[in-house]
């Protein structure tokens, strides 16, 4: 594997996406996430899409060394997703492992800016929330829902950072081997809040580049009234836990 495209070298890296029924956004980001960062490796997990995700990932991987998928049985949620990924990465020689959506949410343009801060940082989280980030496309609800989301959780776990519940970031690999994967209780909103939470306990730098958060535009949000209730109750057994 070779070093990221641009930049001091930063070691091999890698890309989680987790993936289901992302048939029509896969190859589109694929092929954007290339053209910008050519020298990375890409995880695709798939929880077994109905609509052959899985099917096109595998083609995709063949035709691409580059490209790599996991295969689950089922929807099993996207923190065990990223947790398997990050197994995977971690049984390879990866340095830095990404969190990426397949939805384009996550912007590929802004790949060189966590590699850069990932020179300083052990774990770079995108902010939408700080000058420079910011949301599109998103109603009245949904922003009261994130930002009311941080906002709950910064104060209850006494963080400092302004995008808790955001899921593109960029680890380092010490970062992940600290952690006891198999201990991370949470699966949705709250798996993000989790990670970040453990990091920091360990005294691990972590720093925040600002992200625009565009709304997807093929596909269907996972968004759901029980992820944010489970994000709610999660946040505070982790206070209580420490």
């Not at 709304?215 to 206070?239: F, P, Y």
Request: glycine share 10%.
């Amino acid at each position: 594997m070779s070093d990221a495209a641009e930049g001091p070298s930063v070691g091999p890296v890698l890309i989680i996406i987790p993936t289901y029924n992302e048939s029509e956004n896969l190859p589109l980001l694929l092929d954007a996430v290339f053209e910008l960062q050519p020298e990375v490796h890409i995880l695709v997990v798939d929880d077994n899409s109905p609509d052959g995700t899985g099917d096109l990932a595998d083609k995709l991987a063949a035709e691409d060394e580059r490209v790599h998928v996991l295969h689950r049985e089922g929807k099993l949620g996207l923190g065990t997703a990223y947790i398997a990924g990050f197994r995977w990465a971690l049984e390879r020689d990866y340095q830095r492992i990404f969190e990426m959506d397949a939805d384009f949410s996550h912007q590929p343009k802004y790949l060189k800016d966590f590699l850069k801060a990932s020179e300083e940082a052990d774990l770079v989280l995108g902010c939408r929330y700080i000058k420079g980030g910011g949301t599109e496309g998103w109603g009245a609800l949904r922003q009261l829902i994130s930002r009311g989301g941080n906002m709950y959780a910064r104060a209850v776990l006494w963080l400092p950072f302004h995008d808790l519940t955001g899921g593109f970031k960029c680890f380092r690999r010490e970062v992940l081997e600290s952690i006891d994967l198999g201990t991370i209780r949470s699966t949705g909103y709250a798996f993000q809040i989790e990670l970040s939470y453990r990091a920091h306990k360990r005294g691990f730098k972590i720093a925040e580049v600002p992200v625009v958060f565009p709304d997807r535009t093929r596909g269907e949000s996972k968004m759901s009234g029980s992820i944010v209730h489970e994000a709610m109750l999660n946040v505070i057994k982790l206070r209580f836990e420490s």
